[in-house]
């Protein structure tokens, strides 16, 4: 290790069939946001249209309509607005950090000279990134921690 020097993190995709000529693909790099809302945003927006998923995290960001939470569910209310599963929330937060990766994945899009309204997202993750430890400072001199893992993003569209 070299003191005095600050590495810069290598980031890869974990999509490894990528084309230039046929795919195209953006990134957020540890977003501090719910690891278990942006799983659960991933996996709703996964196999849209690149416009549809737009406009559905434009709506959860007014709260017009929830993502449905498959997996992290417990001690989260039902929706009615929900159809085939009840358990929802709206991740607003989150929705907004994703949106912008989905903004960037569209000009990639116009900038390949693809159609955005015809690109289809065939991958998109949430991964868990870097720990930020925080405490809380306590009664008596003690403390709690206050841990927050960032999240990385990754989204790989194709146009059918």
Do not use: W
Not at 91 to 114: D, T, W, Y
């Amino acid at each position: 290790m070299v003191y005095g020097r600050r590495e810069v993190p290598q980031f890869a995709y974990s999509f490894k069939a990528f084309d230039p000529a046929i795919h195209v693909r953006a990134s957020g790099r540890e977003v501090n946001i719910s690891p278990k809302a942006a799983r659960e945003i991933c996996n709703t927006v996964r196999l849209m249209t690149l416009s549809k998923a737009i406009e559905l995290l434009e709506n959860v960001e007014e709260m017009k309509s929830p993502i449905p939470f498959r997996r992290h569910k417990l001690k989260v209310g039902h929706r009615s607005e929900l159809e085939g599963f009840p358990s929802g929330s709206y991740p607003v937060r989150a929705a907004k950090s994703i949106l912008n990766v989905l903004r960037n994945l569209q000009a990639n899009c116009e900038f390949k000279g693809m159609d955005p309204d015809r690109v289809q997202l065939i991958h998109s993750s949430a991964l868990a990134g870097r720990v930020i430890k925080d405490f809380v400072p306590r009664a008596h001199g003690s403390s709690s921690p206050n841990f927050h893992t960032l999240v990385h993003i990754e989204f790989v569209g194709r146009e059918i």
